[in-house]
């Protein structure tokens, strides 16, 4: 089993930083691929950033490229999410997700994946 916990949510005013973070522990944490996902008051679940844990390979959804980072520590237990210039449409409960099929083929945040962290709310303010 990996258990996954998000920390590093709040609120900011539009233009501004936060930097998520994923404590991945169990088996093996980082398997394959680790991401970020957030979900808006009635709206489907979105894909934000995907990370390769074997060769550091980054995605990202158009709506964040450019704003948000997603990176992982030394030891590949911790995914980072770095988000610059907030908007307000980045207003939502945050994810972190790992380890998807082996053998899976295309984006990475159309992956199953396997675990999912609590969430962490973040609200952006204009």
């Known amino acids: 089993q990996v258990q996954l916990v998000e920390s590093g949510g709040g609120s900011v005013q539009t233009g501004g930083s936060l930097r998520l973070s994923c404590a991945v522990s169990g088996n093996s944490p980082l398997r394959n691929y680790g991401a970020w996902f957030r979900r808006a008051p009635g709206k489907p679940r979105e894909g934000v950033a995907a990370i390769a844990a074997d060769s550091g390979r980054t995605f990202y959804a158009d709506s964040v490229e450019d704003r948000f980072t997603i990176s992982f520590d030394n030891a590949k237990t911790t995914i980072f999410l770095q988000m610059s210039s907030l908007k307000p449409e980045d207003t939502a409960t945050y994810y972190c997700?790992?380890?998807?099929?082996?053998?899976?083929?295309?984006?990475?945040?159309?992956?199953?994946?396997?675990?999912w962290g609590q969430g962490t709310q973040v609200t952006v303010s204009s």
């Open positions: 997700a790992s380890r998807v099929s082996p053998g899976s083929v295309g984006w990475p945040l159309n992956f199953d994946y396997a675990f």
